[in-house]
């Protein structure tokens, strides 16, 4: 239930959310126009602001570039992956495919044919009520073999559903086998929350973030005295809104967790 109520409350909070509820409210406030038009105005304002392209990219690189890639690994006993990178193998699709964090499990395999650890392990069960039906660990591991990495270098934990129980359940099995080094793999703006979850636990932890939207190049372009780039920048799109949901979830994932010790 937690985990339920964790991924539908922020809901209400993420701009789309907070959009609806005021649009709902200006149809209840219909025989009160200027409390109705407080709440249309701030239904617009709160689009723009998600939406626009500097917030999107400064929420993000925020989060994106606390952790960067180092340039050397010290060989460690396992990768660990974490899950939300690929789409189950179901009708009509043929196989596992990635989706826009798919970069982690490419990143993990890459890190295993540098030789940085003999084993990865792949976190990550199933959430029934989003609709999945195939634990992710099965589909990141059938990616993994389809990108070389053997078998029996792949380990499973089926059991979490969110970041907290990745680092918890990773810790019960790598306990077992007395390890407690761990590199990291996850996309670049969630390895603040995770680096942060995954010490509590007790991990010593090496990042190795992917999956980097915002670049030093098009963080340049951002703010390039441009008509045309600046216009396009202005306007709210679905992509930003996006990008800036996923950042505002990191935020207040920190934030609550922080609270909770």
């Given at each position: 239930m937690f985990s339920f109520i964790s991924k539908f409350i922020p809901l209400f909070i993420y701009p789309l959310g907070l959009t609806w509820i005021l649009l709902v409210v200006a149809l209840v406030l219909r025989k009160k126009p200027g409390w109705q038009r407080a709440a249309i105005i701030l239904a617009i304002a709160l689009i723009w602001i998600g939406g626009n392209t500097w917030v999107a990219s400064a929420l993000e690189r925020n989060l994106e570039w606390q952790y960067l890639p180092p340039e050397e690994f010290a060989e460690e006993d396992v990768i660990v992956?974490?899950?939300?990178?690929?789409?189950?193998?179901?009708?009509?699709?043929?196989?596992?495919e990635v989706n826009g964090s798919g970069d982690r499990v490419i990143y993990g395999a890459h890190l295993y044919h540098r030789g940085v650890a003999s084993h990865l392990l792949v976190s990550g069960g199933s959430v029934p009520y989003l609709g999945e039906s195939v634990p992710e660990c099965q589909q990141m591991a059938e990616l993994l073999v389809m990108l070389g990495v053997p078998e029996d270098a792949i380990w499973q934990e089926t059991f979490s559903r969110n970041t907290y129980e990745n680092a918890l359940y990773s810790y019960e099995f790598l306990q077992e086998k007395g390890i407690n080094h761990i590199v990291l793999v996850t996309s670049a703006f969630h390895m603040p929350r995770s680096v942060m979850?995954?010490?509590?636990?007790?991990?010593?932890?090496?990042?190795?973030?992917t999956d980097y939207h915002i670049t030093v190049e098009s963080w340049g372009r951002l703010w390039e005295p441009d008509f045309l780039t600046q216009l396009y920048n202005f306007f709210p799109t679905v992509s930003n809104m996006s990008n800036t949901t996923h950042s505002l979830k990191e935020y207040l994932g920190l934030l609550v967790y922080r609270l909770r010790g």
């Open positions: 992956v974490l899950s939300g990178g690929t789409d189950a193998p179901l009708y009509p699709r043929s196989t596992v979850l995954f010490e509590q636990q007790g991990f010593k932890v090496i990042p190795a973030p």
